[in-house]
């Protein structure tokens, strides 16, 4: 069973940093695509970065520059440091693997359970 831990979320003031982290466990053999995705109250969920196996990366417009997504292939963990933290970024981020490889073949969209970054003005 394939499970993802997100941690580093919290509070923080504007202009602050903080650094996301999901730690995937299970039998996965590699992830292809896996990124982070955030829902604020009241809002769609919008993917903020996705990273590929190869470490090509795409970053919604309002965070280029701030953001930054990486991942340890050998871990099978994604990161995500944000930088210059506006209240705007104030949501629930989630960790996605978009699809990856168990011992049962290709597997798409799993998610975890999300955690709450606040920034205060």
């Known amino acids: 069973q394939v499970q993802l831990v997100e941690s580093g979320g919290g509070l923080v003031q504007a202009g602050g940093s903080l650094r996301l982290s999901c730690a995937t466990s299970g039998s996965i053999f590699s992830i292809n695509a896996m990124g982070w995705y955030r829902q604020a109250p009241g809002k769609q969920r919008e993917l903020v970065a996705a990273i590929s196996r190869g470490g090509r990366t795409n970053y919604l417009g309002s965070v280029k520059g701030r953001f930054t997504i990486s991942r340890d292939n050998a871990k099978n963990t994604v990161y995500l440091q944000m930088n210059s933290l506006k209240p705007e970024d104030t949501a629930v981020y989630l960790c996605?693997?978009?699809?990856?490889?168990?011992?049962?073949?290709?597997?798409?969209?799993?998610w975890g359970q999300g955690i709450q970054v606040t920034v205060s003005s």
């Open positions: 996605n693997l978009a699809v990856f490889v168990t011992t049962g073949g290709y597997e798409y969209d799993r």
